[in-house]
């Protein structure tokens, strides 16, 4: 049974930085893709980062683009999202995600079948 842990959250001034991990286990993830999605209250989810974990190809939403790095440690099963320049606007809960048939050009896309219980990141202004 696949199983996603994050952890790293917590409250930061504007313009610092957190890094969150994502331990992941229950499954060889060589062919998965694994992301980040965040949740705002009274928002949607959305799309942040993700990553394919055998080649470490990465895509990013454009609000986090240069400002955020999504990696991964596949010795340990860690997948990681370096934050730095935070802003009040990246306050939300959040998720680590995992695809395990991703599909082609939009590999990104999903749909993710596994997701973690999740972790909040606030940001003060």
């Known amino acids: 049974q696949v199983q996603l842990v994050e952890s790293g959250g917590g409250l930061v001034q504007a313009g610092g930085s957190l890094r969150l991990s994502c331990a992941a286990s229950?499954?060889?993830?060589?062919?998965?893709?694994m992301g980040w999605f965040r949740q705002a209250p009274g928002k949607e989810r959305e799309f942040v980062a993700a990553?394919?974990?055998?080649?470490?190809?990465?895509h990013y939403a454009d609000s986090v683009k240069d400002r955020f790095t999504i990696s991964r440690e596949g010795a340990k099963n860690i997948m990681y999202l370096q934050m730095n320049n935070l802003k009040p606007e990246d306050t939300a809960v959040y998720y680590c995600?995992?695809?395990?048939?991703?599909?082609?050009?939009?590999?990104?896309?999903?749909?993710?079948?596994?997701w973690g219980q999740g972790t909040q990141v606030t940001v003060s202004s």
């Open positions: 995600a995992a695809d395990f048939m991703p599909h082609g050009s939009l590999w990104y896309k999903g749909p993710y079948d596994y």
């Open positions: 229950g499954r060889t993830f060589g062919s998965a893709v």
């Open positions: 990553v394919t974990w055998n080649g470490g190809s990465t």
